[in-house]
C-alpha cells in the first residue's frame, strides 16, 4: 500500500524536527529518534519493513576498545 501524500509529509516533517533537535543537542538519543523517523520516511517508497527500536541495539553497533592495553597492569595509572 502507498502511503498518501499527507502520511509522507508528516513523516517528513517528523524526520526533519527530530534532525534538527539532535543537531542542536548532539544527544546519541535525539540522533537514535531522528535515525527511527528517517527509516519511518524511506520505508514508505521502498516498502521494507518498519524499523523497530530492537534494531538499533547498542551491543550491535559498538565496537569494544581494548582498554586493557592502554593502562597498567592492575588498572592504576602512574603519576
Known amino acids: 500500500m502507498k502511503a498518501t501524500t499527507e502520511e509522507q509529509l508528516e513523516a517528513w516533517e517528523t524526520f526533519r524536527l527530530a534532525k534538527i533537535k539532535a543537531d542542536k543537542t548532539l544527544d546519541f538519543r535525539d540522533g537514535r529518534t531522528a535515525a527511527i523517523a528517517w527509516n519511518?520516511?524511506?520505508n514508505m517508497f521502498i516498502g521494507e519493513k518498519p524499523v523497530t527500536p530492537t534494531d538499533f541495539l547498542l551491543h550491535r553497533k559498538i565496537?569494544?576498545?581494548p582498554?586493557?592495553?592502554t593502562r597498567a597492569p592492575g588498572g592504576h595509572l602512574d603519576r
Open 40 to 42: 519511518h520516511f524511506a
Open 63 to 65: 565496537a569494544i576498545f
Open 67 to 69: 582498554v586493557h592495553k
